[in-house]
């Protein structure tokens, strides 16, 4: 199980709707494919998403760093010393993504060389997941017409809406419609990506209180310590820390200051080993988590459904399973599919993700 190769393949692959929020847009899935080759004819996969605008990478960047800084560092290692791979990848600083991903791939070789599923290893609560879909800014008749298509299409009933433009009416506007159009049954929360001020932020969740929201996320920057700390202890729901808290102290630090009172946690920024340090921190704190996404392909959603699901407090509320809807294409040689709102994890050892040879060819940029 010696790792004898890592590759960073980038690729890009077109969104027929792009997604719109506060800090960014996504109109091309410029995304890396990563891939440990062992000894022994094993073959972990992943993919690490660059979110410029949240952590600072690019797909040119994820493809130096692995290339360059990790992989001579991991060639020689087993899937087995992930502590020490770990230890390896801190003297880093940054660069989420890229580890994550070299993380993932490794349990998808552990998984495959024990013969079982890597949802199973991590925990095996369940198989499945309700899924959340986010949607993006747009009119809000356009913002209602995707909830009711996502709806009618895939069964989901549970919506994340982008919200955090100026000025803030037209936000309280589009949740309100989403709710009337929707009706009570489904839920409905809101991610500002820290585009308000903490005084708009409280504005917006005394001018939505009747909505029924069922949570408010990163509504103002996690840096104004003070307004954020106003805010969220004015906050009548749980308040989610996505970008601002992501590693373990980062959690710790921002739930204890009152910054935050619940956590999103996303396996394309922490893996599944940084997510499990994360997940028991937030069990540990009495803490609810969201399983969140990074704007993924199928291949980082098959990571995040099979985390999610392996855990009884990632499995609670619906994950955020579904942005690859938007893709005009993917890699994966056998589709996602999302049925009655929820998605399962892939059966079969490791994590069931079969690369389309085609497909690879058609949208690598490397070659
Ligand atoms: C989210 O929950 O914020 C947008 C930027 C990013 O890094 O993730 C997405 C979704
Ligand atoms: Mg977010």
Same mark, same amino acid.
């Given at each position: 199980?010696?790792? !004898?190769?890592v590759e960073a393949i980038p690729f890009a692959i077109p969104y027929t709707k792009p997604l719109a929020f506060a800090s960014g847009e996504v109109h091309t899935a410029d995304h890396v494919l990563v891939r440990i080759h062992t000894d022994d004819g094993l073959t972990g996969t992943a993919e690490a998403p660059p979110r410029p605008y =949240?952590?600072?990478?690019?797909?040119?960047?994820?493809?130096?760093?692995?290339?360059k800084v990790f992989a001579p560092q991991l060639l020689g290692r087993t899937a087995l010393d992930r502590e020490a791979v770990h230890a390896v990848l801190e003297r880093t600083v940054g660069n989420p993504a890229a580890k994550a991903a070299l993380d993932m791939a490794l349990w998808d070789i552990l998984g495959q060389s024990a013969g079982l599923p890597v949802s199973g290893l991590l925990g095996g609560y369940t198989d499945r997941m309700r899924v959340s879909h986010m949607v993006g800014f747009a009119p809000a008749d356009a913002m209602v017409a995707e909830a009711e298509r996502i709806r009618d299409t895939y069964?989901?009933?549970?919506?994340?809406?982008?919200?955090?433009?100026?000025p803030y009416g037209q936000d309280v506007a589009a949740c309100r419609a989403l709710r009337e159009a929707l009706g009570p049954a489904v839920e409905l929360y809101i991610d500002g990506n820290r585009g308000w001020s903490a005084s708009d932020a409280a504005r917006v969740l005394?001018? =939505?209180?009747?909505?029924?929201?069922?949570?408010?996320?990163?509504?103002? +920057?996690?840096?104004?310590?003070?307004?954020?700390?106003?805010?969220? !202890?004015?906050? +009548?729901l749980p308040f989610i820390a996505d970008e601002s808290a992501t590693r +373990?102290?980062?959690?710790?630090?921002?739930?204890?200051?009152?910054? !935050?009172?619940?956590?999103?946690?996303?396996?394309?920024?922490?893996?599944?080993?940084?997510?499990?340090?994360v997940l028991h921190l937030c069990e540990g704190l009495g803490t609810e988590v969201v399983m969140g996404n990074q704007i993924d392909g199928q291949i980082g959603t098959l990571c995040s459904v099979a985390f999610g699901a392996a855990h009884r407090s990632s499995s609670r509320y619906a994950g955020e399973l579904s942005n690859f809807l938007d893709m005009a294409d993917d890699l994966l040689a056998e589709p996602l599919t999302i049925e009655s709102g929820t998605l399962r994890v892939r059966e079969g050892a490791g994590l069931g993700i079969d690369i389309d040879p085609g497909k690879l060819a058609r949208y690598r940029q490397d070659r």
């Open positions: 199980m010696k790792i !004898a190769a =949240t952590y600072g990478e690019t797909q040119e960047s994820i493809v130096a760093v692995i290339g069964g989901v009933t549970t919506f994340k809406v982008k919200v955090g433009r100026e005394e001018e =939505t209180a009747d909505l029924g929201l069922l949570f408010a996320e990163e509504l103002c +920057p996690a840096d104004d310590v003070l307004g954020r700390r106003r805010l969220v !202890a004015r906050s +009548p +373990p102290a980062e959690v710790t630090r921002e739930l204890l200051g009152g910054s !935050a009172t619940a956590i999103s946690i996303k396996t394309a920024r922490t893996g599944f080993t940084g997510s499990q340090r």
